[in-house]
Nanobody
Framework: QVQLVESGGGLAQAGGSLTLSCAAS????????MGWFRQAPGKERQFVAA????????DYTDSVKGRFTISRDNARDTMSLQMNNLNPADTAVYYC???????????????????WGQGTRVTVSS
């Protein structure tokens, strides 16, 4: 079984930055696509970004393109989300996710991911 633990959430001002981290344990995820999703208050969880197993491929939802950067360090079984130029619309609980099987593709839907962290809250004030 895989455990994912997020960290790095907190309070930021509009225009500020935060870096989220996701640590994986229990089984190697070297060949598995990983991603970040978020759930704002009163809304459904939505895709934010995803990265392929080797880091050569990444995808972002339109609203974060140019502001967020996803990366991973397979040697440490970690994934990160660098968030710059934050705005109040980025306020949400952010979840780390990983696929069960290894393949070289990017996935944007929740159902494609089998492992989830507990979430870390990000609050952006105006």
């Amino acid at each position: 079984q895989v455990q994912l633990v997020e960290s790095g959430g907190g309070l930021a001002q509009a225009g500020g930055s935060l870096t989220l981290s996701c640590a994986a344990s229990g089984r190697t995820l070297l060949k598995n696509t990983m991603g970040w999703f978020r759930q704002a208050p009163g809304k459904e969880r939505q895709f934010v970004a995803a990265i392929t197993w080797n880091g050569n491929g990444a995808d972002y939802t339109d609203s974060v393109k140019g502001r967020f950067t996803i990366s991973r360090d397979n040697a440490r079984d970690t994934m990160s989300l660098q968030m710059n130029n934050l705005n109040p619309a980025d306020t949400a609980v952010y979840y780390c996710a990983a696929r069960r099987t290894g393949d070289p593709f990017i996935y944007r839907t929740e159902s494609e991911y089998s492992y989830w962290g507990q979430g870390t809250r990000v609050t952006v004030s105006s």
